[in-house]
């Protein structure tokens, strides 16, 4: 069977809920990575995209600008042919790994050379939603329920433990692994330095392209001045101390928008696209737990994953893990035999941000580029998703 590779990866920088990409729509962010990755491909410029297979976007909201299947309107908007067909993946956090891995396994079957895929999410523009009534001219009020974050119009079947918010959840799991605060604030001013660190070192500047008409440099969450006696004195959010709250601002993951691309091939498409490839998918698994235990799930994902590449932790030489949480993320890397020093080496999501159907391409993109950079073989990307899933994929760096 073909083998699957990564040939390049790209992304918006980050912004903040609210902040610079604001005013930037969800369909035109995604379009914009797309425009970029086929115009770094030399042989897709002008008439070679319609070489392009297929495009496969992850989006956890749909509920807005979107207009449901953002992979179309992306590729419409890019200027690609009519002719290349769009799918627009919904696994939430995991929507853009899961493209990723839906596209490999196109191209593994033989049903595609050259796909597209990656993700967008614009929380700063997730609409309200207002549920419809069940009869007409009702007497009382209705709620508008929020599209931006978490569980919304819960069915009341589901039981309740299921569906409490993402960092009660994370209270409740890391009670059950003993993950304190002070490890929690130290795992994210970890994330903030590294990040910055990478920034400054160049390690972004072709992995990211800029927002035309947005004055934004860098991902916009980044704060190279966080240290963890300032992190130690933020508010926890979802329990009082005097409960045992550890969850704050400052170690989670924000809201955030932003668009990611990455483009995958067979090998035999390097000569078509004129790029050589950068690395192999040599596997990909998922994993599911009870719902509230959402946080925890990569660690299957990420063992099936080695197993099918045939592999261990032993073999690995670096991690993307995204930081959903920094109580959830030292859970996982508590599960593995792994060395916290090569996880998240350029910063994750804590400090770079989290735009929901997003962060899955940039983690494989970070990977690819990381094993490149440090020349590594074997290499793991991972991501929690809300209500019990986790997904992981493993590279091989091909690079030499």
Known sequence: MPEAFVYDAVRTPFG??????????????AALVVREIVARAPGLRGEGATQVDEVVLGNANGAGEENRNVARMASL???????????????????????AMIGSRQIATG??????????????????????????YPAGDLALSSTTLGWRLVNPAMPPEWTVSLGEATEQLRERYGITRDRQDAFAARSHELAAAAWDDGFYD???????GVDLARDESIRPDT?????????????????????TAGNASPLNDGASAVLLGS????????LDPVARIAGRASSALE??????????????ALARAGITW?????????EAFAAQSLACLDAWPVDPEIVNGRGGAIAIGHPLGASGGRVLGTLARSLHRGGGRWGVACICIGVGQGLAVVLENVTG
Do not use: Q
Not at 206 to 212: E, H, K
């Open 267 to 274: 090998l035999a498409a390097h000569e078509r696209l004129g």
């Open 291 to 304: 719902p509230h235990f959402f946080g925890y799930a990569p660690v299957e994902a990420a063992n099936r």
């Open 227 to 247: 240290t963890v006696e300032r992190l130690a004195g933020l508010k926890t959010v979802f329990r009082s101390v005097t409960d045992g709250g550890t969850v």
């Open 206 to 212: 072709d992995l990211v392209v800029a927002v035309p």
């Open 314 to 322: 032993a073999d690995v030489s670096a991690v993307e893990l995204n």
């Open 16 to 29: 903040r809920y609210g902040g610079a990409l604001a005013g930037i729509r969800p369909d035109d962010l």
């Open 77 to 99: 908007l890019a200027g690609l042919p009519t002719s290349v067909p769009g799918s627009t993946v919904n696994r939430l956090c995991g929507s853009s790994l899961d493209a």
């Open 111 to 136: 049903e595609a050379d050259v796909v597209i895929v990656g993700g967008v999410e614009s929380m700063s523009r997730a609409p309200w939603v207002l549920p419809k009534t069940d009869r007409p």
